[in-house]
């Protein structure tokens, strides 16, 4: 079977609405200024790295407890599935494949996120961004990880699978392309056709 790694925030997950909310309340309630849209037009890396862009290193295990508390209430509830997600597992699942979600979201907020959205995935692991990714799609055996940012291709690489980029986040198509992505998708309403062709013996784990 051909078993699959996604990427969750802006390939499976449109979560910008709900975690753009977070973070102003997070500003509000550690006074400071967040720009919260210019966070939500760069998800990928983890938390604790963005937080770095507005507190100092000191305050930044408090705001990560304030942003994880508010987090299931807040931003779980507001978040949408990217256009084709879904389909885009199925396809997955109709080939007999299993599906891993491999994100920078911490494992118990991917796991509530994608409880919410109703995915059938197999294993999620969290806290882990570019080629840190590598282990868990290695271990996994995925053939192929999906993901928006360039650090996935990296993530792609470091686990030993066919990179697939999908345009949905901060990097448009040519910069996927650039940046060394084996396929480059619009988005995810693509994945299903390019799978169904790609399934080869040598991509079967």
């Known amino acids: 079977m051909s078993s699959v790694g996604f990427d969750l ?11 753009a909310a977070v973070y102003d ?4 309630r550690m006074g400071v200024f967040i720009d919260s849209a210019a966070v939500v037009a760069r998800l990928g890396p983890p938390l604790e790295w963005e937080l770095a862009n507005w507190l100092p290193p000191e305050e930044i295990p408090a705001a990560v407890a304030v942003f994880r508390s508010l987090y299931p209430s807040m931003a779980v509830p507001v978040t949408t599935l990217m256009p084709g997600a879904r389909e885009a597992v199925e396809a997955v699942r109709r080939a007999g ?7 920078g979201k911490n494992t118990l907020d991917a796991t509530r996120t994608v409880g919410f959205l109703g995915l059938d995935v197999d294993e999620i692991a969290g806290s882990v961004f570019g080629a840190a990714k590598g282990p868990a799609l290695a271990t996994f055996g995925a053939a192929a990880y999906v993901g928006d940012h360039v650090a996935d291709i990296e993530a792609a690489r470091a ?11 901060l990097y448009p198509a040519g ?3 650039d940046h060394g992505a084996d396929v480059v998708l619009g988005d995810l309403t693509e994945f299903a056709e390019w799978f169904d062709g790609w399934r080869t013996p040598a991509a079967l784990v």
């Open 9 to 19: 925030d802006m390939t499976l997950a449109d979560t910008r609405a709900g975690i």
């Open 25 to 28: 309340e997070l500003a509000l």
């Open 97 to 103: 494949g299993r599906v891993i979600v491999v994100t």
């Open 159 to 169: 686990g030993g699978a066919a990179s697939v980029a999908v345009a949905t986040g």
């Open 175 to 177: 910069d996927l392309h």
